[in-house]
């Protein structure tokens, strides 16, 4: 005789099931290095502290990782792929020379790959000025061979040829792009304001194509910089500005306003779904941080709700626009202090889901650099610390993949 399952069984077991089924995330890669887990002070061989990530026209992901030993001394870093089956190879380790200055760039930061499928990062220190030194910018093949350093950063009179670079992309005419938050011909305090240079892949020059002024006029000390729908870049400098390759203009297109007289700030992060740019935004001295949206000419800004209004908002890697059509980030700190994952709808800004897998125990480590979107909707990320490793071994820092049921690109 068939029996029936009482409803409340069946309401118990559908939970457990989906409980089940929450995605998690999984450590593809896992950066060890040796000595005891407690003391965390030795040499990386592979490199510690994985920052940046993309996934390279081939399908296989390249990053860099800041640093080849953790303690005492954290210079060096190296640049690394990972196949989508997990198969680590390492490219390159930045080395401090017979001089000890790291002439060839120290700690790796910023990745992207060029129009000739060769792999462009720069250092945050290292080359002319050393120690520390301004950094480089390098370009390598995707094999690890043809290593090159493109251009010492203040190796011209004053830095007129930037200093610190914050932002780095592929642009639509084929050049590469990027900003740097001090140097240049302009005036602010303490030298330059900061400036937008140019790469040809072709011959490898460099170019300043735009100096930040001064301190009140098209902003200063730029910090981002994104390819928008027409061709054109965009970036922040205090307001956003855009900068067209093909005829050279510079302009500003949004002050951000005063709310409850109160000054805001914001950055443009992605083109969105209606070819909008979004960003996320704060107010100063306002506990809280929130999505934005505004027209590529700067008009009908939209400032959502903060999303978060934890410990000023938390510290948020760069959005990604998913093909569910909504916006993925990681957060450094999160909830938790070591890290979340979430989502926020583009339509009013809030949080649609949150996974928060990151701790000093986790399998994936804790504190993301940030999250992006491979080929098959999965998310790939990394952590800049811990991780699971062997006795005599410790973790510092994973390459994660996170299943979170998105379509493919």
Known sequence: MKRNIPLAVLFALLASSAFGASPKPVAVYTFTCNGSAFWRIGPCPNGGIPYSLLQGSNGNFYGNAQVSSEGRSNDGGTIFSVTPGGKFTLLHTFRPGLTKTYPNGNNPGLLVEGSDRKLYGTTIYGGVNSPPG???????????????VVHKFCSETN??????????????????????????????????????????????????????????????????????????????????????????????????????????????????PTGNLYGLYFVAGTSGIGLFEVAVDGSN??????????????????????????????????????????????????????FT???????????????????????????????????GYFAAGTVFRLNAGLPPR
């Open 357 to 391: 897998p990151f701790s000093t125990s986790a399998a994936v480590g804790a504190y993301p650099a940030g999250i992006i979107r491979a080929k098959d909707g999965t998310l790939w990320g990394t952590t800049t610390d811990f991780g699971h490793a062997s006795k």
């Open 134 to 148: 301004d950094g480089v910018l390098f370009r390598v093949n995707k094999n690890g061979s043809g290593f090159q």
């Open 159 to 272: 830095c007129t040829d930037g200093s610190g670079v914050t932002a780095l992309v592929a642009g639509a005419d084929g050049n590469l792009y990027g900003t740097t938050f001090a140097g240049g011909t302009g005036s602010c305090s303490g030298g330059g304001c900061g400036t937008i240079f140019k790469v040809t892949p072709s011959s490898g020059a460099y170019e300043v194509v735009f100096s930040f002024p001064n301190q009140t006029t098209d902003g200063y000390e730029p910090t981002s910089l994104i390819l928008g729908p027409d061709r054109s870049l965009y970036g922040n400098s205090g307001p956003l500005f855009r900068y067209t390759p093909a005829t050279g203009v510079f302009q500003i297109i949004l002050k951000f306003p005063l709310i409850n007289g109160l000054p805001s700030l914001g950055t443009a992060e992605v083109v969105g």
């Open 301 to 354: 800004l939209q400032l959502f709700p903060f999303y978060n209004t934890i410990d000023g908002g938390g510290s948020p890697g760069q959005l990604i626009l998913a093909r569910d059509g909504n916006f993925w980030l990681a957060d450094y700190n999160g909830s938790t202090g070591y890290g979340d994952i979430l989502s926020l709808s583009p339509s009013d800004g809030t949080v649609l889901q949150t």
